[in-house]
């Protein structure tokens, strides 16, 4: 009997979600081709993702259910072993000039959420992607034009990938001198390519797309804490550290090198005032989150990662339906970017990996079954990544502000009893 023609799936998008979903295809068989816009993650001199150095994630059951159903046994036995438990959060403040600390927990049960580092959970997943004889990887192509009708797609191929993105996000990805096109075609197209996906931009023409998107008035700036003199952490590395400031807050995730990778979430106009007068930082530090400069973080350090780190901002992103006929998908941020504040964008975009390969499972192989099984996809994700989207932007008020005051303690207490 001939050989089956193998179905060509291409992933746009080699973050945790692209990678994670080139996994699932190639272990059914399919014939897998990832097209990432930048270099290789694993190589040093590749510049991050939106972010200056790496950045740490809060990992929870949603994203490890779905790594662990990736059919690969060791896969996620060695992400956790680089992950840190966190059993709570804990508050800091001061009260009379004393510094204070509040542990709450995540669960009467002793469940916990982890940190992890992206770039980490990011270059495990590529490793096991290159090991796979029906995967490519291929780097430096950017996605410039689709037609999911015909299966068709360009990529321009890019010799330089310096462009910072995390210095705009909003302007389209530096584009290259140098870039020549390629044209592929395919079966199925998933696209994993983010917030600002150029997948999602042509879907746009085929399918009728509701499309909303907002940015908060938030932007975030990442600072870090450095070990010990005697090489520990300087906080507990069992909490997610919290300085609540009523309508901003500041954040410390803690990392396997004993350092705390930590946020700061201000609305725009703050970060103005503090631009102007790039004295009055320690001050403002020192009112609003005691207890970090000098004893956490050097004076010096938070002025200079406070001024070379970039000032980001936070985008939120519904859209729907989230596929094409039989050839096209978007998932993870593509699909429904969210606001940080619930821990839970990466965790979501894993998860849309596991759903939509059971029901693409559910279903026979041709393009009939996996148009069915995306439409199926589609009507059920879509409430369930906006209900997601939405718990995440209240969350921010519970973080910044709720955290803090007696009434949510009163109401905790009574909902615990
Ligand atoms: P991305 O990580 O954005 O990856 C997309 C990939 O596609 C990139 O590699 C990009 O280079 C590539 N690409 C883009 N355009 C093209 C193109 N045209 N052609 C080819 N390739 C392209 N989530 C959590 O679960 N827990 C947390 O605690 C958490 N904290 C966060 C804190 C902050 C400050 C921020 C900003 C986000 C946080 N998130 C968190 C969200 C999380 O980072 C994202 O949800 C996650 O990275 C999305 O993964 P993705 O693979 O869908 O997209």
Same mark, same amino acid.
């Given at each position: 009997?001939?050989?089956?023609?193998?179905?060509?799936?291409?992933?746009?998008?080699?973050?945790?979600?692209?990678?994670?979903?080139?996994?699932?295809?190639?272990?059914?068989?399919?014939?897998?081709?990832?097209?990432?816009?930048?270099?290789?993650?694993?190589?040093?001199s590749?510049?991050?993702?939106?972010?200056?150095?790496?950045?740490?994630?809060?990992?929870?059951?949603?994203?490890?259910?779905?790594m662990?159903?990736?059919?690969?046994p060791?896969?996620?036995?060695?992400?956790?072993?680089?992950?840190?438990?966190?059993?709570?959060?804990?508050?800091?403040?001061?009260? #009379?000039?004393e510094?204070?600390?509040e542990?709450?927990?995540?669960?009467?049960?002793?469940?916990?959420?982890? +940190?992890?580092?992206?770039?980490?959970?990011?270059?495990?997943?590529?490793?096991?992607?290159?090991?796979m004889?029906?995967?490519?990887?291929?780097?430096?192509?950017?996605?410039? #034009?689709?037609?999911?009708?015909?299966?068709?797609?360009?990529?321009?191929?890019?010799?330089d990938?310096?462009?910072?993105?995390?210095?705009?996000?909003?302007?389209?990805?530096?584009?290259?001198k140098?870039?020549?096109?390629i044209?592929?075609?395919?079966?199925?197209?998933? #696209?994993?390519? #983010?917030?600002?996906?150029?997948?999602?931009?042509?879907?746009?023409?085929?399918?009728?797309?509701?499309?909303?998107?907002?940015?908060?008035d938030?932007?975030?700036?990442?600072?870090?804490?450095?070990?010990?003199?005697?090489d520990?952490?300087?906080?507990?590395?069992?909490? %997610?550290?919290?300085?609540?400031?009523?309508?901003?807050?500041?954040?410390?995730?803690?990392?396997?090198?004993?350092?705390?990778?930590?946020? %700061?979430?201000?609305?725009?106009?703050?970060?103005?005032?503090?631009?102007?007068?790039?004295?009055?930082?320690?001050?403002?530090?020192?009112?609003?989150?005691?207890?970090?400069?000098?004893?956490?973080?050097?004076?010096?350090? %938070?002025?200079?990662?406070?001024?070379?780190?970039?000032?980001?901002?936070?985008?939120s992103?519904?859209?729907?339906?989230?596929?094409?006929?039989?050839?096209?998908?978007?998932?993870?941020d593509?699909?429904? +970017?969210?606001?940080?504040f619930?821990?839970?964008?990466?965790?979501?975009? %894993?998860?849309?990996?596991?759903?939509?390969?059971?029901?693409?499972?559910?279903h026979?192989?041709?393009?009939a079954?996996?148009?069915?099984?995306?439409?199926?996809?589609?009507?059920?994700?879509?409430?369930? +990544?906006?209900?997601?989207?939405?718990?995440?932007?209240?969350?921010?008020?519970?973080?910044?502000?709720?955290?803090?005051?007696?009434?949510y303690?009163?109401?905790?207490?009574?909902?615990?009893?």
């Amino acid at each position: 009997m001939a050989d089956e023609k193998k179905t060509k799936v291409v992933v746009v998008g080699a973050g945790p979600v692209g990678a994670l979903a080139a996994l699932y295809a190639a272990g059914r068989g399919h014939e897998v081709e990832v097209y990432e816009l930048r270099g290789d993650l694993r190589d040093p001199s590749t510049v991050p993702l939106n972010f200056t150095k790496s950045i740490n994630l809060a990992l929870s059951e949603r994203g490890i259910n779905s790594m662990r159903n990736a059919g690969k046994p060791g896969l996620i036995d060695a992400v956790l072993g680089e992950t840190i438990p966190m059993h709570g959060r804990m508050i800091h403040g001061s009260k #009379g000039g004393e510094l204070y600390e509040e542990s709450q927990n995540y669960d009467i049960h002793g469940r916990f959420i982890r +940190a992890v580092d992206r770039a980490g959970l990011n270059k495990r997943l590529l490793d096991e992607l290159d090991n796979m004889p029906n995967v490519k990887l291929i780097f430096n192509h950017k996605l410039v #034009g689709a037609d999911y009708r015909r299966k068709k797609a360009w990529f321009e191929k890019r010799r330089d990938t310096r462009t910072d993105h995390a210095q705009n996000p909003t302007q389209e990805e530096g584009s290259s001198k140098d870039a020549s096109e390629i044209e592929i075609s395919f079966d199925f197209m998933i #696209g994993a390519d #983010g917030a600002h996906s150029a997948v999602r931009y042509h879907l746009m023409k085929f399918s009728r797309m509701q499309y909303m998107q907002e940015y908060i008035d938030t932007l975030w700036c990442e600072f870090q804490i450095s070990p010990s003199s005697t090489d520990d952490f300087k906080i507990s590395p069992s909490h %997610l550290h919290i300085w609540p400031g009523g309508d901003f807050m500041f954040i410390a995730i803690p990392s396997l090198d004993k350092s705390f990778t930590c946020t %700061l979430f201000m609305p725009a106009s703050h970060f103005e005032r503090l631009d102007a007068d790039p004295e009055s930082i320690i001050a403002f530090f020192n009112q609003n989150f005691p207890g970090v400069a000098d004893r956490l973080i050097s004076a010096s350090d %938070l002025r200079k990662q406070y001024g070379e780190n970039p000032h980001l901002p936070l985008i939120s992103i519904k859209c729907t339906p989230y596929h094409f006929d039989s050839s096209c998908v978007i998932l993870g941020d593509a699909a429904h +970017a969210m606001v940080p504040f619930y821990g839970q964008g990466m965790n979501a975009g %894993l998860e849309d990996v596991r759903v939509l390969f059971e029901f693409l499972d559910s279903h026979d192989s041709t393009p009939a079954g996996r148009a069915a099984a995306l439409k199926e996809y589609t009507a059920q994700r879509t409430p369930d +990544a906006a209900a997601i989207n939405d718990l995440a932007l209240r969350n921010y008020q519970e973080m910044r502000s709720d955290v803090k005051s007696p009434l949510y303690r009163l109401r905790k207490y009574v909902e615990e009893k």
